[in-house]
């Protein structure tokens, strides 16, 4: 099932919805309501906490929709709703860093050598998970315009609690996954590295997750599952003003999401809502491009129009624009 957030004219809050194969949305309260179902629901998170009673009933609100059963007024045209983040504001944001090809690539294109330490276990950072956006505009201000960046990756999302989970049960804590793009301002972010505490104002203006969130059901015929936990055989594109830049693929995942959450729920409650990021595919960022001279020191500006693409989780479509530096 591919979910979405979404608002409506009509609407005074976000309202969840589901979208369908033929690009119809549909609004769940209102299907909820026309099949007489005693769940009721708010927000995404709701979704996820409650995924065990509500799935079930979204499930019926699609299939009286494909029997021609719902009223028109829970029915929208894609074209006519803002799709905002599947989950506009995360429990938390967690970011990986899990592609050995980016990660050598990188290095290799600042003269040092492979850390060995990449191998011995799965890292993350946390982010900003208040600074989310979804598809549209990007407002950036005049600081994190020097060097702008994009990261092509995909995002799991927590579905159920859990504490220090191992790896071969770890993907059962996974509810879905959607495209990401982990914006980086490289100026702000190389200077503060120098300081050994990891990226933070270079990353934590912006992350922009969606357009949908795809449960994990849905994804089975891309699965393959191994002794470190599920991969996924997804093709990844990102393309700046309509030219492709990156392409890679999920699966080549040096680390599985299964380990990141072994990793992460080490002696940590994991919840519901917090979510989870892949790190860069491999050419999925402009640093890497253009310190493999595949570019020629291109970076975004204002008006560039970014899309991230992952087979079966959709596009994810951006246009950088400038931002207010006003309090």
């Known amino acids: 099932m591919k979910l979405v957030t979404f608002h409506h004219a009509s609407h005074s809050q976000p309202h969840v919805g589901i979208r369908m194969p033929d690009g119809k949305i549909i609004d769940v309260s209102a299907g909820l309501m026309s099949i007489q179902s ?74 040092v050598p492979m850390i060995p330490e990449f191998d011995h276990f799965p890292v993350f950072y946390f982010t900003n998970h208040l600074a989310v956006t979804g598809p549209g505009d990007l ?18 999302v927590i579905g159920k609690m859990g504490r220090n989970i191992p790896a071969a049960k770890a993907d059962d804590y996974i509810f879905g996954f959607m495209v990401m793009n982990d914006w980086s301002a490289r100026v702000l972010q190389m200077e503060e590295m120098k300081l050994n505490l990891g990226p933070a104002k270079g990353k934590d203006f912006a992350t922009s997750l969606g357009p949908y969130l795809v449960t994990r059901d849905e994804l089975e015929k891309f699965s393959e599952r191994g002794p470190n936990g599920e991969r996924h055989s997804l093709k990844m594109r990102a393309y700046v003003n309509g030219k492709q830049l ?54 975004l500006k204002p008006g560039d129009h970014v899309v991230m693409e992952v087979e079966a989780l959709g596009r994810l479509e951006n246009t950088v624009t400038h931002g207010s530096e006003e309090t």
């Open 38 to 111: 005693p769940v009721a629901i708010g927000d995404m998170l709701a979704v996820i906490r409650e995924s065990g009673k509500v799935l079930p009933e979204l499930t019926k609100v699609a299939q009286a929709y494909t029997a021609g059963k719902l009223p028109q007024t829970a029915i929208l045209n894609e074209t006519a709703i803002k799709l905002l983040s599947p989950i506009p504001q995360p429990v938390s944001m967690r970011d990986g860093y899990a592609f050995r090809q980016h990660v050598e690539a990188a290095r290799r294109n600042r003269g």
């Open 139 to 156: 407002p950036v201000q005049k600081l994190a315009l020097e060097h702008l960046d994009f990261e092509l990756e995909v995002a799991i």
């Open 246 to 299: 990156s392409e890679g693929n999920l699966k080549d995942m040096s680390w599985t999401f299964a380990q990141i959450i072994e990793r992460a729920s080490y002696g940590v409650t994991l919840h519901p809502g917090e979510v989870i990021g892949s790190g860069t595919v491999g050419t999925g960022c402009l640093l890497e491009l253009n310190g493999s001279k595949i570019t020629d020191n291109l970076w």
